[in-house]
């Protein structure tokens, strides 16, 4: 779920408000809960990119190397000249090889972070030569008008990462609907998820003994502290991974180690040691749950394929 803001040092001149009211209101709840959209400043989202490249973290290897067997196979099943658009586009190293195979006549990257997209949409220009790179810098969760130049244009939605099992699944569900409205009846759908795996694999990729995944985790605190005027003691919190068994997920939280007060914008807070503040869930799915959930948003599976040992799956799926 990337998304949020990323502005420097210091109190910012403005905070954004959406996040001073989500932190505030989070610690404030009894189970307190702060959305995993803020995990993503600068910092953040190089700590995210660091995170890609860890043994134990899965995901992104997986599925990086699951695309590339199967592209000569997407290039018979994905018509040329459509319009590609891929959400949370990011800094995303996946998308040229496989511009290359279904050759595009446009692709439109969505992202929040404004310096990743110009700099991924400038590198692409010079690798995928003589195609359409039409950036759009908005959170792709919410409504935003895909460029005029795709009108009319047959569209794929390019979805990677497992990022959807970022959201909860009544949100999944909004969030494929939503992509099934700006692309339209008859779009297709490329989408990443993960499965569901032995717990000791799940939680070795959310908490490796590099810290990546803490220091990831524990930014936030930073960044409330450094955006929110907050005084948080950042070392008196632990990055903890849980496998949510029920819920199919794993969950991040930081773990206050000892009681502590500490105030954000003005407003006092306490936490006595071991409480924690719940900051992402990745939700893991099953074949058929991954197949269900995209049927409930809107979406018809058309094609599976596996990564070795059911790891990741890439679907597509028709509007
Ligand atoms: C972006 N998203 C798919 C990652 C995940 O695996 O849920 C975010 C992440 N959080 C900790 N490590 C990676």
Redo the contacts with the bound molecule.
């Keep these: 779920?990337?998304g949020g803001s990323s502005r420097g040092l210091g109190l910012p001149a403005t905070p954004d408000p959406q996040f001073k009211a989500d932190a505030l209101a989070g610690l404030a709840s009894s189970i307190p809960a702060i959305p995993?959209r803020w995990?993503y400043d600068h910092r953040g989202s190089e700590l995210?990119e660091q995170?890609?490249e860890l043994p134990s973290?899965y995901?992104t290897k997986t599925e990086g190397a699951l695309l590339a067997e199967i592209l000569p196979e997407l290039a018979t099943v994905i018509p040329d000249g459509l319009a590609v658009v891929e959400f949370?586009a990011g800094s995303s190293t996946k998308t040229p090889p496989l511009l290359r195979a279904i050759d595009p006549a446009a692709y439109v990257p969505v992202d929040i972070s404004g310096d990743f997209l110009e700099q991924s949409a400038a590198d692409l220009r010079k690798v995928v030569p003589g195609l359409a790179v039409l950036p759009v810098a908005a959170d792709f969760a919410r409504p935003f008008d895909l460029p005029a130049t795709v009108d009319g244009m047959a569209k794929l939605g390019f979805f990677p990462?497992?990022?959807?099992?970022?959201f909860v699944p009544r949100s999944a569900t909004d969030l494929l609907r939503h992509f099934r409205d700006l692309l339209g009846t008859g779009a297709l759908l490329l989408i990443g998820m993960?499965r569901v795996k032995p717990v000791e694999r799940l939680v070795a990729?959310?908490d490796e003994p590099e810290g990546v995944?803490a220091a990831?985790?524990l930014n936030l605190l930073d960044r409330i502290n450094r955006e929110l005027d907050g005084t948080i003691p950042v070392d008196a919190f632990a990055h903890e991974?849980r496998w949510n068994d029920i819920l199919s997920r794993?969950e991040?939280h930081l773990v206050a180690t000892r009681d502590v007060d500490f105030t954000v914008d003005g407003q006092a807070f306490a936490f006595t040691a071991g409480q924690s503040i719940h900051t992402?869930?990745?939700h893991k799915y099953g074949q058929r749950g991954a197949r269900v959930l995209l049927l409930a948003g809107g979406w018809t599976p058309l094609r599976e394929w596996e990564a070795p040992g059911g790891d990741f799956s890439l679907i597509l799926a028709e509007a």
């Design positions: 779920m990337r995993a995990l995210f995170i890609t973290y995901p949370g990462g497992s990022t959807i099992g970022n993960d990729a959310y995944t990831f985790n991974a794993i991040m992402e869930n990745s």
